[in-house]
Structure formats: structure tokens, C-alpha cells
């Protein structure tokens, strides 16, 4: 996987043409919330039972790069880190572990090639323009705690004493349990140019197994505001 990510990343470099990328360049923050939900759930095993609350709609921040440079196409690229908070619990007939304000977090970077639609603009002032494209994504994950993690993190024996495991111990045991995974994703906005000032807001779709439990595909709405030159 680490050498198809490389692959693919060497292939999105090769396409700039650096020699004229001066001049065509942008690059700012990044803000998005992803629509989704992860439903509450309570699992049972070995007469042990783990619960998890509801979270959805997380937050995202980050930044991004783009060029604009290659008549037919642009390329981009972005990163961001979204977070969402909830609470579990642990129980067996040994004892209780929890409740716990965990969280759910993905380190995502995003690879994309875009096509204007239709702009329209007022020479060397402002313009405007709508966009599509797509890429390729690549996300670290800290997963939601389910009950093969906390069975792992009680050495394989759900019927041992949870009261063993501190709330540290279990947050960094999903810390060392990060998934990482890759898929691929469209988008389609709006970009707005005063002078050097940029803008865009666009609605990404991402589709990647392991980022969000239970879902292979999510959307986000997303708004960059920084510098093109």
C-alpha cells in the first residue's frame, strides 16, 4: 500500500510542469464538516458488553496547495484532520471500565485534478469560475473502539478484569491500532478570485473503506480561503 501511495503521488508531481508554474500558484487554510453518522451500538461477547454513543457531522481544518498551470487541468493537493468525540464503556463480570470521552480521528490527504466547468471574470480584478474533478485519498485513522480492539487490549481474554486497563492504557492502545487506508473521491464548487485573495467552496464525496465505521463513502462540505498568485 505504501508504494502504490508513493506510485501515485510520484505519477500527481510529474504532471506539473514546474518550468511554468510561477504565477499560477495557490495555496491557504482549509475548513469542512463531514455529513455523516455513526450510530450508537451496543455489542455483546463472552457475557461481556461494550457500548458506544452516537457522534456525527465532524469538523475538519487543514490546509492546501494548488496549481494552475496545465491548460486543460488543475491539480491540488490538501491534508486536514478531523475529530469527533464520544463516549464508551466497558463491562463483564469482573468489573466496569468507563465511561470514557474518547475520540474518533482521521488524518487525511487528498490528491485531485480539476476541470473549470464555466468562468467568467473581470481582467486583472476578479474572477469566478465553477469546477469538477476528482483523485486519490490517503487516511490515518484512530478507529472507534469495538469489541475485537478491547478484547485485544485485554490480552485476547474479554472475561479478565477491566479495572487493569486505566483510561491512558485503552487511548493509547488506539493510538497504536491506527488504520491506514486509501480510496478515491469526486468534488464539484466554486472558486472566487479578488486580486490575490482566493476562494472556494466545494462538496466533496470520499469513498474509502475503514474511515468511518460501518460506511465505505461519506460527503463533506468544505471552504478554503487563501493567497493565488
Known amino acids: 500500500m505504501k508504494k502504490l501511495n508513493y506510485l501515485f503521488f510520484i505519477i500527481w508531481l510529474s504532471l506539473i ?9 495557490g495555496f491557504g487554510v482549509q475548513g469542512g464538516q463531514s455529513i455523516l453518522t455513526v450510530a450508537s451500538s451496543i455489542s455483546s461477547k463472552d457475557g461481556a458488553d461494550l457500548t458506544t454513543t452516537e457522534f456525527a457531522n465532524p469538523f475538519s481544518g487543514g490546509g492546501y496547495l494548488y496549481i494552475d498551470a496545465i491548460p486543460v ?14 463516549t464508551f464503556d466497558f463491562e463483564n463480570e469482573e468489573g466496569v471500565s468507563g465511561p470514557y470521552d474518547f475520540g474518533w480521528a482521521d488524518f487525511s ?20 469560475k465553477l469546477f469538477y474533478g476528482g483523485g486519490y485519498n490517503m487516511h490515518t485513522v484512530t478507529p472507534l473502539m469495538s469489541m ?10 474479554l472475561t479478565a478484569d477491566p479495572i487493569n486497563l486505566s483510561e491512558d492504557d485503552l487511548i493509547d492502545f488506539l493510538k497504536e491500532n491506527q488504520v491506514k487506508t486509501s480510496g478515491f473521491h469526486i468534488q464539484s464548487g466554486l472558486q472566487f478570485k479578488v486580486l490575490m485573495l482566493d476562494t472556494f467552496l466545494f462538496y466533496r464525496h470520499t469513498f474509502a473503506k475503514d474511515v468511518i465505521p460501518g460506511q465505505d463513502h461519506f460527503g463533506s462540505l468544505n471552504l478554503r480561503m487563501g493567497m493565488g498568485f
Open 109 to 128: 490527504i487528498y490528491l485531485s485534478a480539476g476541470k473549470k466547468i464555466v468562468g467568467i471574470g473581470i481582467p486583472l480584478l476578479a474572477k469566478a
Open 17 to 25: 510542469p514546474w518550468s511554468s508554474a510561477l504565477g499560477v500558484v
Open 73 to 86: 487541468i488543475d491539480l491540488e493537493a490538501d491534508f486536514s484532520v478531523s475529530f469527533k468525540k464520544y
Open 148 to 157: 475485537d480492539l478491547m478484547e485485544s487490549a485485554l490480552g485476547g481474554d
